[in-house]
């Protein structure tokens, strides 16, 4: 049987050369959770997607009537209003939304809208048991009821109308505040599917966000929020992380409806750095770019391997003792994958969360208003509270203008220059795709599957009835 009767693979199933990440996981020092475990990867096709869907006003448009207002959002952490009348003022597009602490174990959110006329009662965060509207001064109480109507005489019509201030769903998820403007829409605990159980044993609900950095970035939000989808750009874009970072041998699983995850290994070279098992670099040679690139072990000494341990065993097992020496909590029996690897879940549309052990990024872009070729991205990263009780301080968020360099934002360590070099491509992803001829994009069956993910889903509120 010649070459060109073989059968062909199922649509992306080929993999790079290289370790696979499942022997990986097989050799991983402890048990593996279910979600690190199982391959979730799903064909979804090969079409092509058009480019109006990046750079056309009438899809932007569309979703702001038929997504935006439907989807559940992260909104705020809850400890950015850890006391009563703490408030956080969220807003995308024509949205503004107040979310503020009710009580000790309450918490609303209302439209950020006087019901006189119109003025937004807060345009900043901060604290108060009123919201008074600075053009005439309606005042409403923090749990919504009406507090004050001056020159009441005059608003005789008033007092058969329901004056409490219109909420907004909200619901609670490891520690996030989420909202949704369909009252219609499925739970949040739906929405997330499957990632309760997931989440649940890294417990972010049980950290607190020490970093919160935010920038305009000149692209789209889908530009922008795809190029944290995928691991496949890092061989060409981030070359300084090849020698430890696995890129393209990356696993992509499709989780639920609104969900799916990247898997990104650490303590592997990039196979597009050796052709064979000959040429791989040593394992000392992974360590030391590992320690010294990575930003994750600050050391003096130069680390040397135990003779016959595994670069990822070693390097977990270091990470499990300097947690535990840091606040407190037992890692010992966390497995070496969720102690290093960048576990990177997404949920629909705009909302990142990484799991795992390491202090936990998050990402999460917003339209820049209603400009389609402009976005908000925001970086978060959270740390685990110590054992002990000690208050870890809550970070504010902290704006760049448009000419600093995220590598300027001290705070990211040594993601900074990494979102500086994806930067670069952004902006001229954003024009190349006005000058295409194609008006086209196309995508990789596997390593960009969770970007054709996030393109089904969309449409699913666009289009379907």
């Not at 990440?21 to 058009?50: F, H, N, Q, W």
């Not at 290994?265 to 010294?292: A, R």
């Not at 902006?427 to 393109?455: I, P, T």
Request: charged share 25%; with cysteine; glycine share 6%.
């Amino acid at each position: 049987m010649g070459a060109s009767d073989l059968p062909s693979p199922k649509p992306g199933t080929a993999r790079c050369h290289g370790t696979p990440y499942s022997d990986m996981i097989a050799a991983d020092s402890k048990d593996v959770p279910d979600i690190l475990a199982t391959d979730r990867y799903r064909y979804l096709g090969d079409e092509d997607l058009s480019v109006d869907r990046y750079v056309g006003k009438e899809h932007f448009k569309l979703e702001a009537e038929r997504m935006w207002p439907k989807v559940w959002q992260m909104a705020c952490r809850l400890e950015e209003i850890p006391y009563t009348g703490d408030y956080v003022v969220y807003e995308i597009l024509d949205f503004s939304v107040i979310v503020v602490r009710t009580g000790e174990h309450q918490i609303k959110a209302y439209h950020n809208s006087c019901l006189h006329r119109g003025r937004q009662l807060v345009t900043e965060n901060g604290n108060s048991r009123a919201f008074t509207c600075p053009y005439h001064g309606f005042s409403w109480n923090i749990d919504g009821t009406s507090r004050y109507i001056p020159c009441e005489w005059d608003f005789p019509h008033l007092k058969d109308r329901d004056m409490q201030l219109p909420e907004v769903r909200l619901d609670i998820w490891q520690g996030f505040v989420f909202i949704n403007f369909d009252d219609d829409a499925i739970s949040l605990s739906e929405y997330l599917s499957p990632l309760d159980k997931e989440f649940a044993r890294w417990d972010l609900g049980g950290c607190t966000k020490i970093v919160h950095v935010a920038k305009i970035v000149r692209a789209n939000w889908k530009v922008v929020s795809e190029a944290f989808m995928e691991s496949f750009h890092a061989m060409q874009t981030h070359p300084q992380i090849a020698p430890f970072t696995a890129d393209t041998n990356a696993r992509y699983d499709i989780l639920g409806d609104h969900t799916n995850a990247n898997i990104a290994p650490m303590g592997e070279p990039s196979p597009f750095i050796y052709k064979s098992v000959n040429e791989k670099p040593s394992d000392q040679d992974i360590l030391d770019t590992l320690t010294s690139l990575s930003g994750r072990v600050t050391s003096e000494d130069k680390l040397m391997l135990p003779a016959g341990q595994s670069v990822r065993a070693f390097m977990a097992e270091s990470s499990r003792q300097s947690f535990r020496e840091e606040d407190g909590h037992d890692y010992s029996e966390r497995c070496d994958a969720e102690m290093l690897d960048a576990l990177v879940f997404n949920v629909f549309p705009n909302f990142s969360p990484w799991g795992g052990f390491p202090p936990n990024v998050v990402y999460r872009w917003r339209p820049n208003g209603w400009d389609v070729d402009s976005t908000v991205m925001e970086v978060m990263m959270l740390k685990r509270n110590p054992i002990n009780g000690e208050e870890l301080p809550v970070a504010d968020i902290r704006w760049l203008d448009e000419d600093q360099d995220w590598a300027s934002a001290e705070e990211v360590g040594a993601l900074g220059p990494i979102f500086d070099q994806d930067m670069a491509n952004l902006c001229h992803v954003q024009k190349g795709m006005k000058a295409s001829y194609r008006k086209k994009v196309s995508l990789a069956n596997y390593q960009e599957v969770r970007v054709r993910h996030f393109h089904q889903i969309m449409d699913r509120y666009l289009f379907d009835n």
